[in-house]
């Protein structure tokens, strides 16, 4: 036999038994190309073939004119955070192109978070906010990947995502829904390991993604893929036989045993028919690593210390590294990459080069001794830091690694603080506590100073109190404040902002009481040290937050108004805009216009700074005191959009909300449908806590329009999370049930409504929630009950609270004027009913404000005092135009009882203005008041009318005694007004 070993690579030229696969990825790419976006979850074992399908797609992509960006993760014990996606768009704007489409301006700052050259442009200033939802960054990335798809379609490929962060896994969740309307692919590969499968359990639930499972090759697949890499249509049978069984049908395993196979000359081409020429000792389980070793004892010494180096270098190495680590020169390292690449360790990738796998990658680390891979390191991390002055992004991380590995865990704690301090400012909390965590516990390996101890130990604090992870900072601040106590007054400062920071957590966990306490030994620090005001701002600022939680309203004013005016006079925009909306949040209903102010000065400190997030939350805060203040929803709708434009997605859920809730409140079903189920699909999506009550809001729209199934529904969505929560369930009977009995006239079902309601009013915060259904139970019970309501009324004054609404004013005169006339005091009670219809509110739209003013009507009619009949009229026309008859056939019935005509609806077919029905206009009348508007004469109107022109004259004479006007310009001039 003349067989001898050849010198070449053994790589399957074809993809085997993924034919079903290719197609799929076809078809998607074809209609992602379409405009109709998708994603598609390569999911298999390292080496079932995940990188070789997403290789070949973004191949197709290319060639059909799409953009394709890609990025992977990389295996550590600390993900960088968002590095897949930070690589992927780093390419196509590596020459430091900026965006200036008009489309992304408002987002071109978010996505700094990924590119920092973004978010200090002129155009949008750095203004990045770490407490700001990842969300927001996702949504951003969906408008670059639509920009870059704008017109072929864009593939965004992300590999090996089981190593990724979990802020990059959330952003592909979100990705996963929004591409479906984009013109973009998003391909992910990765194994199903522990850290993925619950997300991959949900990826496959969802009828948007496409998830690829690769299976195994068929016993009949190796033998394809065994011909295919010898290039034969006869494999020897006991080739094929080795393969199946060591390979397990792994077709990376297939490639690298052929290698092994023919580097060790067990498998050799002898005149062009490929021979067994030695033992080929199949072993069960296959040992990648021992079949890779072959290939490394072929490499000389020095080969094989530059390809060590180039392992910890990571699977995609910077070659011009080596050889400052390995101490070779140049020609070296180009040599041992020819050697690395014929034995298939190695290929090339683009202008360098990388490990063909991951899992080869390993097996070449795991081949250096202890001493080998320390020097290495020892060599390696200082040529990285002088390869990358500063360490941005990934190379921080690296670098840690490799110095740990050289045994110097106090320079990687010191990467790693610098690392978990840049993943906070990009807003990635979960990965910048791993990383914090991981320095944490090398610094406790070396001979760290305490000052590095306590920097690490501040940034893991301020990552777990952002988290919302308050048990976590406590057990972290704590002992910390107490070292820092040792220090004297020059770590007094540190002190004080530990103190502050564990304060901000508490009041985020609810625990206000506490959160007091280290405000006071803050405030007490700031004072006996004689740090000034600069540093009292921040601890001012937390402490008027808490006293607003606590429910001391002027205290809280106090104290903002010191904090903002210290923040503004030491130049902390962030500081003061907090203090600014604090302040502005204890002065609603107080004083609403003043609160207007502070939302707007904060809004104009923010804008001023760049800073977006504390913008557009005093733009959010001034709207809601718009709508609920002043019943104008301009601010509320104007808000939305912005948030929209910017990517802003909680707010635009916000602001869905109050829209949903204040619709709710007009009685208006369509609008609180659509916008609570608009709110309840961004909550569920984007895990926001506003889900719930977006679904009671829902409920009541469903309430509104008697669909009884679905308000049941949205009731049950609404108490899934938490049945038993007294928020919840006091509006679910206050705002829903309670609803439904109004709109259904069934006055003893509501009681039993209310009556439940306040079962759960009682128990609830009385910072949290308002209730105001509480008015009209206090009511009916005033005018129903054998005592006149006393224990009602008596609950209704201690909620003091309250006292600084005109609404609970305005119900607390109701009660007593109702209490007055059942006493028979006629005259007390229609002064204080009078008084109560002549304060403005905030809200005149209100239907319980009108439903009040029934019961009052009713009492009134009843025990025979005051006027009812303008109450009643006002009451018939709100309800009857918004077609809630059951409820305007009351107020008609009432209008009966108390000897006046009932509104009729007239001859004519044109709707009846609210105002102008209140006052007994009829849709004929309307009619003539239209026509005199025009100008017409009183035969023109009769023409027109096909009337005779003595009723037009009737008509007229009716209209002028409804309005009280005088003349039939003034009709006109009120005509005018109406529309």
């Not at 997300?199 to 893929?225: F, K, M």
């Not at 005191?625 to 709708?637: E, P, S, V």
């Not at 869905?656 to 961004?682: K, N, P, Q, T």
């Not at 009829?922 to 025009?934: C, K, P, Y």
């Amino acid at each position: 036999m003349n067989a001898q070993p050849i010198e070449r690579t053994v790589l399957c030229p074809v993809l085997v038994e993924r034919e079903r696969e290719t197609a799929e990825l076809d078809r998607l790419l074809a209609r992602a190309r379409s405009g109709r976006g998708g994603v598609a979850f390569l999911v298999g074992e390292a080496g079932a073939g995940k990188s070789r399908l997403a290789r070949d797609a973004a191949a197709s992509a290319t060639g059909s004119g799409m953009t394709v960006v890609a990025g992977r993760g990389l295996p550590g014990p600390t993900p960088s955070p968002y590095r897949p996606l930070i690589e992927a768009f780093a390419a196509p704007f590596r020459d430091g192109t900026l965006l200036v489409d008009r489309d992304l301006a408002a987002v071109r700052a978010r996505l700094g978070r990924l590119l920092p050259d973004w978010a200090g442009t002129p155009e949008t200033a750095p203004g990045l906010d770490a407490s700001e939802s990842p969300l927001v960054l996702a949504e951003a990335v969906a408008r670059l990947l639509r920009w870059l798809g704008r017109e072929d379609g864009c593939l965004l490929l992300l590999e090996d995502l089981h190593w990724a962060d979990v802020e990059t896994l959330d952003i592909v969740d979100y990705l996963a829904d929004a591409v479906v309307d984009l013109p973009v692919l998003l391909i992910v590969t990765l194994r199903p390991e522990q850290r993925v499968r619950d997300r991959l359990a949900r990826w496959r639930r969802d009828p948007d993604s496409t998830v690829l499972a690769l299976e195994p090759l068929s016993e009949d697949g190796v033998r394809r893929a065994v011909a295919a890499c010898l290039d034969t249509d006869a494999p020897p049978p006991d080739v094929v036989a080795c393969v199946a069984v060591n390979s397990d049908g792994n077709p990376f395993l297939v490639e690298e045993l052929l290698a092994g196979l023919i580097t060790s000359r067990r498998l050799a081409l002898d005149e062009g028919t490929w021979a067994v020429t030695g033992d080929l000792r199949p072993s069960v389980p296959f040992d990648f690593a021992a079949s890779l070793q072959p290939r490394l004892d072929a490499l000389d010494p020095t080969a094989r210390t530059v390809l060590g180096a180039a392992a910890l270098l990571g699977r995609r190495f910077e070659w011009e590294l080596l050889a400052a680590v390995a101490e070779v020169d140049e020609d070296t390292v180009f040599t041992t990459m020819r050697k690395a690449m014929r034995e298939q360790v190695v290929d090339a990738d683009g202008d360098g080069f990388q490990f063909r796998h991951a899992l080869t990658r390993e097996a070449v680390v795991e081949d250096l001794l202890p001493p080998e891979r320390r020097r290495l390191a020892e060599r390696a991390w200082p040529a990285v830091e002088r390869a990358h002055p500063g360490l941005p992004g990934r190379w921080c991380q690296l670098a840690a690694d490799l110095a740990e590995a050289a045994g110097a865990p106090t320079v990687a704690a010191e990467r790693l603080l610098r690392s978990a301090r840049e993943a906070l400012a990009r807003g990635a909390l979960a990965g910048a506590e791993g990383i914090a965590r991981r320095a944490h516990t090398l610094v406790t390996q070396g001979d760290a100073d305490a000052e590095l101890v306590d920097a690490i130990d501040r940034t893991l604090l301020e990552v777990l109190a952002l988290s919302g992870k308050v048990d976590a900072a406590l057990a972290i601040g704590e002992p910390l404040v107490d070292r820092l106590a040792s220090g004297g007054d020059e770590q007094a400062a540190q002190r004080v902002a530990v103190r502050t920071v564990l304060a901000r957590a508490l009041v985020t966990a609810g625990d206000h009481a506490r959160a007091a306490g280290f405000v006071r030994t803050a405030a007490q620090t700031v004072d006996e040290a004689g740090l000034g005001p600069a540093a009292g701002a921040p601890v001012e600022a937390v402490g008027a937050l808490v006293a607003l939680e606590l429910g001391h309203r002027q205290d809280a004013v106090s104290r903002a108004s010191a904090a903002a005016d210290a923040a503004a006079a030491a130049q902390q925009p962030a500081v003061e805009c907090e203090a600014r909306l604090v302040r502005g949040r204890a002065l609603r209903n107080a004083d609403d216009e003043a609160a207007l102010e502070e939302f707007d000065h904060a809004a104009r400190v923010a804008a001023a700074a760049g800073l977006m997030a504390w913008e557009l939350r005093a733009r959010q805060e001034r709207a809601l005191l718009q709508a609920y203040g002043f019943g104008d929803q301009t601010g509320l709708l104007e808000t939305r959009e912005l948030a929209v434009q910017s990517g802003a997605l909680v707010t635009v859920a916000v602001m869905d909300l109050a829209l949903s809730e204040i619709a709710l409140a007009s009685w208006d079903a369509g609008r609180a449908v659509d916008h609570g189920r608009r709110c309840v699909a961004a909550s569920e999506r984007f895990g926001l806590a506003t889900g719930p009550v977006a679904a009671l809001w829902e409920a009541g729209g469903h309430a509104l329009a008697e669909d009884l199934d679905a308000m049941e529904a949205a009731l049950a969505r609404a108490l899934a999370p938490d049945p038993a929560d007294p928020r919840i369930l006091g509006d679910v009977w206050g705002k829903v049930r309670a609803v439904r009995s109004m709109v259904l006239d069934d006055g003893a079902q509501l009681r039993r409504d209310l009556d439940e309601m306040m079962t759960w009013v009682r128990i609830a915060p009385i910072t949290t929630s308002v209730f105001e259904s509480r008015f009209l139970w206090a009511a009916i019970h005033a005018a129903e009950d054998d005592d006149g309501g006393q224990a009602a009324r008596a609950e209704l004054l201690e909620a003091t609270h309250l006292a600084g609404w005109s609404v609970y004013v305005r119900a607390v005169l109701d009660v007593d004027a109702i209490v007055a006339g059942r006493r028979g005091d006629r005259d007390r009670a229609a002064e204080l009913a009078e008084r109560s219809l002549a304060m403005s509110v905030a809200r005149p739209d209100i239907a319980s404000g009108y439903y009040a003013r029934i019961i009052l009507a009713e009492a009134a009619v009843r025990d025979g005092w005051g006027d009812a009949v303008p109450w009643l009229r006002a009451a018939e026309a709100y309800f009857a135009t918004r077609g809630y008859d059951r409820v305007a056939r009351r107020c008609r019935v009432l209008l009966g009882q108390a000897g006046a005509p009932a509104p009729r609806p007239g001859r004519g077919a044109t709707p009846v203005p609210e105002r102008l029905r209140a006052l007994g206009v009829t849709s004929r009348e309307a009619e003539v008041l239209a026509l005199v508007a025009e100008g017409l004469s009183n035969r023109e109107v009769a023409d027109r009318l096909f009337l005779s022109p003595r009723t037009v004259e009737h008509h007229i004479s009716r209209l002028l005694g409804r309005t009280g006007v005088e003349s039939r310009a003034d009709l006109a001039r009120l005509t005018t007004s109406e529309s």
